[in-house]
């Protein structure tokens, strides 16, 4: 059993946001510092799973002003994760050194944003809604990073995995776009390390065979 | 003991983190598992280099700063970050809208109606179209507020005064004084 003590000093080694986390709840103000650290990431997941420019951005927008109204409460959330037995990079099953690169805050993060999102989904299927630019033929014409993804969009890989059940998807987007750790995905969505690992390793196969029936 | 897909689940896995340490390196060479599926290890270059991060404009990450720093600023006054009256979003999409191709209007997005509500000027600024019946609709609500506004508020001017106890002291037609009613009520919405 870990004292007080000891289990502050192991969350300090293993959430590399701690200075930050700690400095925006003695100041609300210098949550800036951690939106934008993460503002891309949050937002590009939100991206790929609506899958619409305006929706990525108001879900991005509901997540971080969720986390600025619950971060007094974030430890306390994310102590069942920082508990858990194992945290590297390659994500093993055996007890390891602590990741450097490990942020508990990040998963407390995309945690809000799995359900935001989740959220916008179902409201999807009770409303379907076509976006603007979709009906008008429109894209934003000063966002050069939207007119880039839409292109990408278009690609093989990106369909393929569009099509992917929604479990596998999250998971192959919080590991090849925002380049989590299988511990940071397991955190996220909360499954163990294995099954993140056997979803990932479907979600590849399942590419793979949607992109060999493309090429033949 | 690890089963068959555990152990290809797991070769995967220590594949991909050599890709990313590829990466981190700088490396040019993709390592190579022999022992992977050659599909897996395709698809899995394939999304290392199609699945890229996006980040949002400029303009909307300022926005939302701007927001946040209020709702900070609101945090630190013991308030909730957003207030509970705060107006529902401004939808960035129509439901059901598809309009063809062919009868779609020419419409310019930064040309488009601006819509500027004042409580949510820290928000990006998004085109919307908005129906002639909307506009007039808002267009009636505002001047009727006006006009019971101004109603209700004598000028402070001596003269503004003189004018209306003159106007208030003619005999006016009971029919015109109904009609003018009706119109006002009409305005308000009021059903009497």
């Known amino acids: 059993m870990l004292s007080k003590t000891e289990e502050g000093a192991r969350l300090a080694r293993l959430d590399r946001d701690r200075g930050l986390v700690e400095a925006a709840r003695r100041d609300p103000a210098q949550f800036d510092a951690l939106y934008r650290k993460y503002l891309a990431q949050v937002y590009s997941f939100a991206y790929y799973e609506l899958r619409d420019h305006h929706a990525a951005e108001d879900a991005t927008e509901r997540v971080f002003m969720k986390a600025l109204a619950g971060l007094p409460r974030f430890e306390e959330r994310a102590g069942d994760f920082t508990m858990a037995p194992a945290f590297g990079r390659s994500g093993s099953s055996t007890p390891q050194a602590p990741d450097a690169d490990a942020s508990t805050f990040r998963i407390w993060l995309f945690r809000i944003a799995r359900n935001v999102v989740a959220n916008e989904h179902r409201h999807d299927r009770r409303r379907p809604a076509a976006p603007l630019e979709e009906a008008l033929g429109l894209s934003a014409p000063d966002d050069i990073a939207e007119a880039a993804v839409a292109r990408e969009a278009g690609s093989a890989a990106w369909e393929a995995v569009a099509r992917l059940p929604e479990d596998r998807r999250r998971a192959v987007i919080l590991r090849f776009v925002d380049e989590m750790s299988t511990a940071e995905i397991a955190g996220v969505l909360g499954r163990s390390e294995g099954a993140v690992r056997v979803l990932i390793h479907r979600a590849l196969r399942s590419v793979a065979a949607d992109l060999r029936g493309r090429l033949s | ?192």
Not at chain 2, 89 to 115: E, K, N, Y
Request: aromatic share 4%; charged share 20%; no cysteine.
């Open chain 2, 1 to 192: 003991m690890l089963g068959d897909g555990a152990r290809d689940a797991r070769r995967t896995e220590l594949y991909l983190d050599s890709l990313v340490q590829a990466d981190d390196r700088r490396a040019l060479d993709v390592p190579v598992d022999t022992g992977l599926d050659p599909a897996v290890r395709l698809a899995a270059q394939r999304l290392r280099s199609d699945l890229v991060r996006v980040h949002p404009s400029f303009r909307f990450e300022e926005a939302l700063a701007a927001r946040l720093s209020l709702g900070a600023a609101r945090l630190r006054a013991g308030l909730p970050v957003e207030p509970a009256e705060a107006p529902a979003h401004v939808p960035a999409t129509i439901a059901f809208l598809r309009l063809p191709t062919s009868t779609a209007p020419d419409v310019d997005a930064s040309a488009a109606v601006q819509f500027r509500n004042p409580l949510l000027s820290a928000r990006p600024p998004r085109p919307l179209l908005f129906g002639g019946v909307g506009v007039a609709s808002a267009a009636i609500s505002i001047g009727a507020v006006y006009v019971a506004w101004r109603w209700s508020h004598p000028s402070p001017t001596p003269m503004g005064r003189a004018a209306r106890a003159a106007h208030g002291s003619r005999v006016t037609h009971p029919a015109g004084r109904s009609r003018r009613t009706a119109v006002l009520q009409g305005i308000l919405g009021v059903v009497s």
